[in-house]
């Protein structure tokens, strides 16, 4: 199976800041790599998908880059909504489609 | 207005079985493929089923396979997930999530669509 990690778990930030988190493969999934915003008590929202293209509605402050292993989604300058936790998934694997761990974006 | 609604969620004794449902509204549901995500309280997304438009392909998690079987009816826009031998590691909030994909050289597919999920409680 391919395994996705992400760092750091866990992160603080101010409003204002430019905040990037990774996401490394197990091994090469292309572009195959979506990201998700979760807040508590709430369902995952799409934000990234194929790595780098933006889902409708998403505000263009998130970003996301890379190919291959490493990965990053960017948000260049925070918001009070932008405090959640985030997911890389990979979809390279139809058969299995894993998450990272979680990255949680908390308010400094 | 594009939704998903899953239902069936409950409290369930180690060992026993509980029927999940998912209702789509707002789109051609035989149209797209589905998954089924949980999480485990204070955990992280775990993907545990997928099924194509037609049914014909269908993929489970390890964690899962053997006990769980998910369908789906398409003249019912409906999703479901059978869970048998439930166990404690089981305790997750079930999500349904529809499947997109988009071309661009190949295939790249992401869960674009979401429900709120439905508990699932296994204790004795």
């Known amino acids: 199976d391919i395994q996705m990690t992400q760092s750091p778990s866990s992160l603080s930030a101010s409003v204002g800041d430019r905040v990037t988190i990774t996401c490394r493969a197990s091994?090469?999934?292309?572009?195959?790599l979506n990201w998700y915003q979760q807040k508590p008590g709430k369902a995952p929202k799409l934000l990234i998908y194929?790595?780098?293209s933006l889902q409708s509605g998403v505000p263009s402050r998130f970003s996301g880059s890379g190919s291959g292993t490493d990965f990053t989604l960017t948000i260049s300058s925070l918001q009070p909504e932008d405090f959640a936790t985030y997911y890389c998934?990979?979809?390279?694997?139809?058969?299995?489609?894993?998450f990272g761990q979680g990255t949680k974006l908390e308010i400094k | 207005e594009v939704q998903l609604v899953e239902s069936g969620g409950g409290l369930v004794q180690p060992g026993g079985s509980l029927r999940l449902s998912c209702a789509a509204s707002?789109?051609?549901?035989?149209?797209?493929?589905m998954n089924w995500v949980r999480q485990a309280p204070g955990k992280g997304l775990e993907w545990v089923s997928y099924?194509?438009?037609?049914?014909?392909?269908?993929y489970y998690a390890d964690s899962v396979k053997g006990r769980f079987t998910i369908s789906r009816d398409n003249a019912k826009n409906s999703l479901y997930l059978q869970m048998n031998s439930l166990r404690a590691e089981d305790t997750a909030v079930y999500y349904c999530?529809?499947?997109?994909?988009?071309?661009?050289?190949?295939?790249?597919?992401?869960?674009?669509?979401w429900g709120k999920g439905t508990t699932v409680t296994v204790s004795s």
């Open positions: 999530a529809r499947d997109e994909e988009v071309e661009r050289g190949g295939y790249y597919y992401y869960m674009d669509v």
């Open positions: 707002g789109f051609t549901f035989s149209s797209y493929s």
């Open positions: 099924i194509s438009s037609s049914s014909s392909t269908i």
């Open positions: 091994q090469s999934i292309s572009s195959y």
């Open positions: 194929a790595a780098s």
């Open positions: 998934q990979q979809s390279y694997s139809t058969l299995r489609r894993t």
